[in-house]
């Protein structure tokens, strides 16, 4: 892989700030100075790439997780609405990162942002099944065992929709647990409304086997550790 190419996939700026960077003098790998940006190093290799002496954390995907706050978009780029893009760093942007799946502009919680198309892909995909929980409250709807039972068997929605079986946790007559392994559009308020109620607060908070840190704050991303990313991979048959 290009020198460049990886800094710039690292979030070391953009492929532009990179090659300048090169240029400069300030780039070693394995202790030589490279001032070529079309330089070939082995990611698998581990190189010793550093920056003005310093170590440099160089991969090729990128695996952040985000909070999401209400009142934004799940894009990087909209003239109506804010975006997550306001809470993402400028050089992960530049670096190609982009959210796995999407929610709601008044959906809080759990965002997986990566640059892997594949692992995105496949986390959003439903033929994977990948469980996502939300914590959801609901106004005019009071949950008992037959709400539980009716999820449980794969819920309609309209005449040509039946969603996969999903688990309920009641946690009163009106705030509950649901997961569920897929992504229709606004798959959790059709399926609220369709037991009666109307979702008023919704939360995600897991995605496979990534659970949402409850002192990461709205708004606030933080890179996935090594074990949770190796587990994110496990759950659809990727190596990393």
Known sequence: MRLDRLLANSGYGSRTTVKELIRSGSV????????????????????????????????????????????????????????????????????????????????????????????????????????????????????????????AHGLPLGSDIVCKPAK????????????ISEGKYHQVKRMIKALGGTVNRLERLSMGPVILPKDLSPGEIRELTDKQIADLYDSVGLSR
């Open 168 to 179: 309920l946790e009641i946690l009163s007559s009106s705030c509950a647990l649901l997961t």
């Open 28 to 151: 070693t790998v394995d202790g030589t100075v490279i001032k070529d940006s079309a330089f070939h190093v082995d990611p698998s290799q581990s190189p010793n790439i550093c920056i003005n002496d310093t170590k440099a954390k160089t991969t090729l995907f990128l695996h952040y997780i985000m909070n999401k706050p209400a009142g934004c978009i799940t894009a990087l780029d909209d003239i109506k609405h804010k975006t997550i893009a306001d809470y993402i760093p400028g050089n992960l942007l530049t670096a190609g990162i982009f959210p796995v799946g999407r929610l709601d502009i008044d959906t809080t919680g759990l965002l997986i942002l990566t640059n892997n198309g594949t692992l995105c892909h496949r986390l959003t995909g439903p033929s994977w099944g990948i469980r996502k929980t939300y914590y959801l409250e609901a106004q005019d709807k009071f949950f008992d065992e037959r709400d539980i039972e009716i999820l």
